[in-house]
Structure formats: structure tokens, C-alpha cells
């Protein structure tokens, strides 16, 4: 679950560096998109070990 927040965050922090047209795109890219593959593998799992 913890990890869970902390893609959340990641994504979010990403996603706030492209709106506001930061400096550096490659790392608001890199952190919105690696934070929403961290979020849906975390949703998958966390899925999978309720279902069991």
C-alpha cells in the first residue's frame, strides 16, 4: 500500500512538471509515465492477493 502512495506521488509530480513546462521534460516524462505503470502493476497485485 505504501508503494501504491508513492507512484501516486510520482505520477502526480510528473504530471505537474509537464503542465507547468518545466526545464527538463525527459524527467516529468519519465516520472508521470514510470508512476502509472508502478500504480497499475500495484493495482494488479493488490487485486490478485484479495481475490486469493
Keep these: 500500500m ?3 502512495i508513492g507512484h ?4 502526480f509530480y510528473g ?3 509537464l503542465l507547468v513546462n ?3 521534460l525527459f ?3 519519465l516520472f508521470a509515465i514510470g508512476g ?3 500504480i497499475i502493476a500495484l493495482i494488479l497485485k493488490l ?3 484479495d481475490a486469493t
Design 15 to 17: 504530471v505537474r512538471g
Design 27 to 29: 524527467a516529468s516524462y
Design 2 to 4: 505504501i508503494g501504491l
Design 22 to 24: 518545466e526545464p527538463i
Design 47 to 49: 487485486k490478485r492477493k
Design 36 to 38: 502509472l505503470i508502478g
Design 8 to 11: 501516486i506521488i510520482l505520477c
